[in-house]
Nanobody
Framework: QVQLVESGGGLVQAGDSLRLSCVVS????????MGWFRQAPGKDREFVGQ????????RYADSVAGRFFIFKDDSKNAVYLQMISLKPEDTGVYYC??????????????WGQGTQVTVSS
């Protein structure tokens, strides 16, 4: 059974960096896409970015472009979200998700449990 396990969240100050990890265990969606989402308190879930296991389909939300970067390590079955120059408005629960599809817009089939990122001012 495929599971997504997220880690790396924490409490940081504005301007700091964090790297979130999403490790895929079980049957990997190697032909699909991995996505990152976040949800701030009292707000809807927001798309952050995505990356296909093929290396294609890399894109970011405008709100994080230039500060957040997604990359993967196939040997570790892991996808990462590197965040730099963090702002208080980046605070929220960050989720990774997996899709068996491919392309710029996909349906995500599995979700991680989320990891809290808190950015203080």
């Amino acid at each position: 059974q495929v599971q997504l396990v997220e880690s790396g969240g924490g409490l940081v100050q504005a301007g700091d960096s964090l790297r979130l990890s999403c490790v895929v265990s079980g049957r990997a969606f190697n032909d699909g896409v991995m996505g990152w989402f976040r949800q701030a308190p009292g707000k809807d879930r927001e798309f952050v970015g995505q990356l296909g296991w093929s290396g294609n389909w890399l894109r970011y939300a405008d709100s994080v472009a230039g500060r957040f970067f997604i990359f993967k390590d196939d040997s570790k079955n892991a996808v990462y979200l590197q965040m730099i120059s963090l702002k208080p408005e980046d605070t929220g629960v960050y989720y990774c998700a997996a899709s068996r599809g491919s392309g710029w817009t996909v349906t995500y089939d599995l979700w991680g449990q989320g990891t809290q990122v808190t950015v203080s001012s």
